[in-house]
């Protein structure tokens, strides 16, 4: 009794390193390609901006800042299509994503059908946040600002689901922002909804 429970000691601790160590690779591969750019802060300044603006009762200031955050959201279009032609150098098995819930060490190689490539998904993305920006659903200034916050906040969902696991993503999402998962996926425009949940196998 002791032996195994000594054995499954030890296959715990294994496991819990070979976890770590690949999502340790993953985040500093991620944080390579993102380093260059302010992505991270540009979709920041643009969450805080719309609430800002949308409380502003002085039609002549408010005007001035939705122009200001319109050339923020150019540079972060620009940016991610910058990262999107980075991403393109690095061997695809390394961007592959597992579609399971929980962290498996080697998953994306035991599993290459429950699997899908990051590139892909993030295409998704700058699809999505391109179209709201262009207003091409004929969105109201505050339907566009609570949609492409939404495509934000996928968007940050899909980077951590990369380099930690869906639950870990979706947990930080309740826990940062306090949505859910579910309430972002619904929030989206409709076609990003309907490509991210083909690829990721999302259902509601």
């Known amino acids: ?54 409380g502003e009762g002085h039609a002549a200031s408010a005007e001035a800042q939705w122009a ?4 923020n959201e150019r540079r972060l ?25 929980f962290a498996l060490p080697g998953a994306t190689l035991l599993f290459p059908q429950a699997a ?8 998704i993305h700058i699809r999505g946040l ?24 996928l968007l940050q969902h899909s980077c951590l689901w990369f380099c930690r696991t869906q639950n870990r993503a979706s947990a930080h999402l309740l826990l940062r922002h306090q949505t859910s998962y579910a309430q972002v996926v619904q929030s989206v425009s409709l076609p990003t909804r309907q490509a991210y949940c083909k690829l990721v196998g999302y259902r509601f």
């Open 130 to 153: 391109r179209s709201v920006m262009d207003s091409a659903q004929g969105l109201s200034p505050r339907d566009r600002a609570f949609t492409l916050t939404a495509e934000m906040l």
């Open 1 to 54: 009794m002791m032996e195994f429970l000594f054995l499954m000691m030890v296959l715990a601790l294994v496991w819990h390193w070979v976890n770590t160590t690949e999502q340790a690779q993953r985040v500093t591969l991620l944080n390579g390609q993102l380093k260059p750019y302010r992505i991270e802060q540009r979709m920041q300044t643009l969450t805080d901006g719309y609430l800002r603006v949308l």
């Open 77 to 101: 279009l620009e940016e991610l299509v910058q990262l999107q032609a980075g991403l393109a150098e690095v061997w695809g098995e390394k961007l592959r994503v597992s579609r399971l819930p």
């Open 68 to 71: 200001e955050l319109a050339l």
């Open 116 to 123: 899908f490539d990051l590139r892909q998904l993030l295409d």
